[in-house]
């Protein structure tokens, strides 16, 4: 399923919380999970939670491959009201974001590394789904180009990004930014995330819903 929203208008919202762009697009899909779960009469007393890779590639840094580690952040999929639920997501990562700066530059591949161990040995020891997971869902937002893009004349309307799921991770969300819009890509096991598609939807009233709570 996907969705795309003019980053614009996150970015208003960002701004009028005192937030970043990527606690904006937390604010949605946690807004838009809690209601998807809602219908289904299962919302957890608990909120769910996200693990976002975060680049941690110095400014100076032009090597080849990626340089990323994770930071937990909390969904809000508790909190009814908007505002509030923006309030806790912004909390939450800066928390995880303060974290990672204290810690030095030598000891991020070994944070990584233990972070990330229980969900890697689930996936190889086939245990997947039947331990309690790390997070409940990644959920990653990709910088893309800001200008549009043609092909033989063609003009490239939308990047929608297709991610992977696992055992235990039947649902994985990831957006990328292009030409003025926010692309989400929602992907998600159809017997586990049944009628993904509303979530799409759902996340498209929700900004409607903080824009109300906020603007």
Known sequence: ATQQFPIERLKALAQAADATLNDVVLALCGAALRRFLLELGELPEKPLTAGIPVSVRPKDD?????????????????????????????ASTRRAKEHLQELPRQALMQYTIMLMAPYMLSLLTG???????????TIS????????????????????PA?????????????????????????????????LQKLAVYASEALQELEAALL
């Open 141 to 160: 937002n990709v910088p893309g180009p800001d200008k549009p893009l043609f092909f033989r004349g063609a003009e490239l309307l939308a990047i929608y």
């Open 163 to 195: 991610s992977i799921v696992t055992h235990g991770q039947a649902l994985n969300i990831t957006c990328q930014s292009y030409a003025g819009t926010m692309d989400f890509g929602f992907t998600g096991c159809h017997s586990s995330v049944p009628s």
């Open 127 to 137: 245990i997947g789904g039947r331990t309690r997971p790390m997070f409940n869902i």
């Open 62 to 90: 032009d090597t080849t491959g990626n340089a990323i580690t994770f930071i937990i952040s909390t969904l809000g999929t508790d909190i009814e009201d908007p505002r509030e639920r923006m309030e806790a997501i912004k």
